[in-house]
C-alpha cells in the first residue's frame, strides 16, 4: 500500500498520483471530502487519471462527510465503490451503505452465520437503517436550500473569527472547494483540549487535532499532511454546522469563542509575538 | 457552569481550571523554569519567589500552554508549595498533586510529571544560580524531571525526522 501525498490546502497530489498508478495497481481509495479540513478532492479528475493508466484498477471513495453536502453522482465522478455513514448526517449511528457498481465483485470479510446473502455478518440494525433513510430525505427535500443556509452560517462564523480574534490560522481551502458545513481553525498559543473543555462548559460542543484529544502524543496526521507544526496543530478546533443551528448560535459561539481564547491565551506560557514587539 | 459531555476531570481540575490561582508572569521572581515544549502541546512555566535567608517558598505563579489539566495541576501546585521550605516544596511528587486534585485521569498523569519536573527544575535552578550546593538536592535528576526532558526530546527527534523527509 502507498499513500498519495496532500498539497497544503490537503488536496491530493495528482502528479505523483499519476507516477504511482501501474499496471498492478488494484484500488485507488480517496475520501471525497476530508472530514478534518473539509477540502473537496477532484475526484472526477483522479478517476480520470486513474483509468486512463490502468482501467482494472478500482476506485472507491469514502463520501461519509461529502453526502447530503455537496451533489453527489457515482457515474460523474467515475467510482466503482462509494462508502455513506449514518451519523454523519445528523441520524443515529450504526449503519452505513456501500454503493458497488453493477459488474464490481466484492468479497466480505467477516463471516457469519447469518451472512450467506450480503456482505453485513449479523442481523441489520433496521431503527438505524430507517433513520437514515428519513434523514437523507429531509436533506434532499430542499439541498440547496440548506447547503445555502450553512454555508451563510460558516461564512459568519469564519469572518467573525478573522474580525475578532488575532493570530488564527484557517486550516484548509476558502471558497467553493470546501465542503459547506466545515471550518477548522488554530488558535495560536493555546491548545485545542482546553479550548474544547472551555466552550463545552458554555453550551458548545466543538472538537480539536490536538495529541490531547487523540490522547497520543502525535497531533492530527490531516494537519500535519497539509504542513502544520505541531503547536498549530494542537491549538486547531473543528466547527461543524448544520441546519439546526441558527445565526443567534453563530454569534454566541463568536462571543463566547473571542472571551475563551483570550483567557486561556492570557495563562499561556507562550505569549503572541506581537506583545513581545511591543516590549 | 455545567456541560453535557461527561468530563474525565475532578470538580476541583474544572473549577481551577475555570478560576486559575497564582497565575501569570512575576516580575520580581528569584528564579524561573519552563518544562515542556510548544510542540508537546504542554509547556508549565513556574515562578519562585524565595526568601534566600529561610529558604522558603514566599511567593509561587505558573503559566501553562496546555489542557484544563496541565492548568489545574500547575495552579494547585503553586498554592501547595506557598510558605514551604525548598526541601518540602522538592518532596512534593506527581502523586501527592494529583491527591488534591481529587485526582487526575490516567491519561492526564504526565500533567502532573510534568508540573513537578517543572517546579524541580526551578528549585535546581536557584541553587545553581546562587553557587550554593544543598546537602539534600539530588545529583542525579528525579523521575519527573527525567519525564519532562523526555517529553522533550520525543518532540525535538520527530521535527528531525520531519525536516529530513
Redesign the interface.
Known sequence: MVQVPVDEEGIVDLDILEILIDKDTVLVSIQLVNHEIGSIQPLREISRIVKEINPQTLIHTDAADAYCRIPINVEDLGVDMLTLSNHKILASKGAGALYVRNGVKVEKIIHGALSTQTLWLGVENVPSIVGFHKAAELVYRDFNKQVTYVKELRERLLNGILDEIQEVLVNGLLGEKRVVDNLNVSFL??????IT??L????I?VSSG???TS?V???SHAL?AIGR???EA?GSILFKLSRYHSPEDVEYTLKVLQESINRLR?????KPRRAKNVH | MSTRIPLPHSHKIIELFRNPKNMGYMDDASVKAIAGSPACGDMIAIYLKIDDGKETVVRASFESYGCAANIATASILTEMIKGLSLEEAWNISWKNVSDELGGLPSIKYHCGILAVGALRRAIREYYKSREVKSKWLPEKLTREELQALGEERIVELMYKRMGSE
Open positions: 498559543y493555546v491548545e485545542g483540549e482546553a473543555i472551555e463545552s462548559l458554555n453550551g460542543y490536538s495529541a490531547c490522547r502524543l502525535e497531533p500535519l507544526r505541531h503547536e494542537h492570557r495563562i499561556s506560557s507562550i
